[in-house]
């Protein structure tokens, strides 16, 4: 019974067993990267433009699709201001976006801490996944504006 | 006596010698008393190995004997090996089966992956703490939409999205 590989064999073997530890260290690399974010401040509306027509635009179709299924009263949705940003593993940022301080901690593996602060201190922290795709909304009162986090590439 | 004439004493012992040759061996034993003792040490010999050649005798016949032999000869001999001939599928089967086990490697990499790291659709649900008293949250998600609504209850006051620009917004 012949045991031994022959030599071709041996070497395909090895390069697939390469391509999946190259595969697999990329992936964990992937996952401990820095998390690339953007915070919007996005302001609700059930007009079709937006309160100032001149400075606001549009959300992007694939988070107003997102926002539409929220439980939220408004039609259309406008970016006031926006921030990109990325928080290394283990580490925190903080953006302001018009009166309101967004912090954002990276546990990594796609978990995060947010706290949002405002002029008279901070009012909630909120701890989650923000994957990519994924989108975090939050808000208070019956304000029609608030904060989108999402990941970006 | 020479060397030359010692093998002339041989073979005229073994009655190989012309007889001109023959004649001449024998006037030398007839002057010579040293090829006379040589020529008596030859009988000698013969006498003595007369015996031994007796009896050894082939069972068969010579050609018969010799074709055996020949035939054991070829027998043992090795054989060439018949060429193989590697087919298509051998060569395609040599990848194939490494490729197919790295193709199961990957289908069980996949199947590991989406069974440990929770998917868009099954995110926990945040935990979320409130700093200010009289205060409070409530939190949506729509696990196919892949959004999650954290929405807070402040005093109007202490609200962070009250105001862009200098603007007052809804309320």
């Known amino acids: ?153 | 006596m020479t060397n030359e004439q010692q093998l002339k004493l041989q073979a005229f012992f073994d009655s190989e010698l012309p007889e001109a040759e023959a004649r001449e061996v024998a006037a030398l034993l007839a002057r010579d008393a040293e090829a006379t003792v040589l020529l008596g040490e030859l009988k000698n010999t013969r006498r003595a190995l007369d015996g031994f050649e007796k009896g050894v005798t082939l069972p068969e016949a010579r050609e018969f004997f010799w074709s055996k032999i020949q035939g054991e000869i070829e027998r043992s001999a090795p054989t060439p090996q018949p060429v193989e001939s590697v087919s298509v599928f051998a060569i395609l089967r040599r990848w194939l089966v490494p490729a197919g086990a790295v193709a199961a490697l990957a289908i069980v990499g996949l199947i590991a992956t989406r069974q440990f790291t929770p998917a868009k659709h099954l995110v926990a649900t945040p935990s979320i703490v409130t700093e200010l008293a009289d205060s409070s949250a409530f939190t949506y998600q729509d696990k196919d939409a892949g959004v999650t609504l954290v929405w807070f209850s402040v005093p109007a006051d202490k609200n962070p999205f009250a105001e862009v620009d200098g603007a007052t917004i809804l309320q």
């Open chain 1, 1 to 153: 019974m012949r045991t031994a590989l022959a030599p071709v064999t041996r070497l395909v073997w090895i390069c697939a067993m390469a391509l999946l530890l190259c595969a697999a260290g990329t992936k964990s690399l992937a996952a401990d990267a820095d998390l690339k974010l953007e915070a919007q401040l996005v302001i609700g509306t059930n007009d079709a433009k937006p309160p100032d027509s001149s400075k606001y635009k549009p959300v992007d179709a694939d988070v107003t699709k997102k926002l539409k299924s929220l439980p939220l009263k408004w039609s259309n949705y406008f970016v006031v201001s926006s921030r990109k940003f990325s928080v290394p593993k283990g580490e925190e940022k903080t953006e302001k976006l018009g009166d309101c301080d967004v912090k954002v901690k990276n546990l990594g593996q796609s978990q995060v801490v947010i706290t949002i602060s405002g002029k008279k201190g901070t009012i909630g922290t909120t701890t989650g996944e923000l994957s990519k795709g994924q989108l975090f909304v939050t808000g208070a009162n019956e304000t029609n504006l608030f904060v989108v986090l999402k990941q970006v590439d």
